[in-house]
């Protein structure tokens, strides 16, 4: 059976084996995917290993995506636009990098959640890798205006400088974010880490759309701030879940339906 794994630390909670064990049942291929720890530091020598060893592709988390990005041969456009990669495969010798992250968001924010983003205010909070690897997929929805905020405003500026070919798209502190958002994005880390997200109010336009990357209870305290501002919420499962089948579509050449699988996760 062709083998494929998640690389992370910590890994453990990974609900991508799920994912792609669901995947594999409904397209009828025939793999396995398992979970695979790496100590920082070992993330090249254990993922050129998998593939010596006849592995066929993985799908890589925290906190190796740029170690991933370093070890790929060849790399997607997507991929070198965010400056990570997410997913791995094995192409006529060389190992191929690509990132499904980016298209992941767009999915579920445009056929899950059915937002229309052209001519709309959309937020992105944050300027590390997460906030990174979606700036040009978001861009590419042809908002009115991208703003990044992050609580470094430097860092959103040079990301937003760095995209600015690719579409109308502004950096500025946590607290200059403006006001009348569509969406709002949130990919800092502050929840994971257990810190609170200080946020200006008047974020939210009316009807507006608050997405958390995160997913479970790390996207709670945004999400409960947004609900409480009017807001539609949604967290980042839906996103994990797409990124997957982009991954999987990569892979095995068949793109899984994800709609069963996104409720079978939330109903679990
Ligand atoms: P990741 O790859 O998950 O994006 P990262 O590169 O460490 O991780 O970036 C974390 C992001 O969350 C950054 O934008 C960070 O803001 P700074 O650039 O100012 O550090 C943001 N972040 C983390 N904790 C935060 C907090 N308590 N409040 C606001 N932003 C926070």
Known sequence: MDRYVVIGNPVAHSRSPEIHARF?????????????LVEPGDFARAAREFFASGGRGANVTLPFKVDAFALAQERTARAGQ???VNTLVMRGGDILGDNTDGAGLVRDLTANLGLALAGKRILLLG????ARGVVAPLLALSPAMLVIANRTRERARELAHAFAAAGRVEGAGLEATGEGFDLVVNATSASTRGEPLELPGGLFARGATAYDMAYGDS????????????????????????????????WRGKRPETAAVIAALRAA
């Open 24 to 36: 594999a049942r409904q397209t009828g291929e025939s793999i396995t995917y398992e979970r695979l």
């Open 82 to 84: 965010a400056g990570a």
């Open 127 to 130: 300027a590390g890798g997460a």
């Open 219 to 250: 996207a709670l305290p945004f999400l409960e701030g947004a609900r409480a501002a009017g807001a539609r919420a949604s967290d980042g499962l839906g996103m994990l879940v797409e990124q997957a089948a982009e991954s999987f579509l990569l």
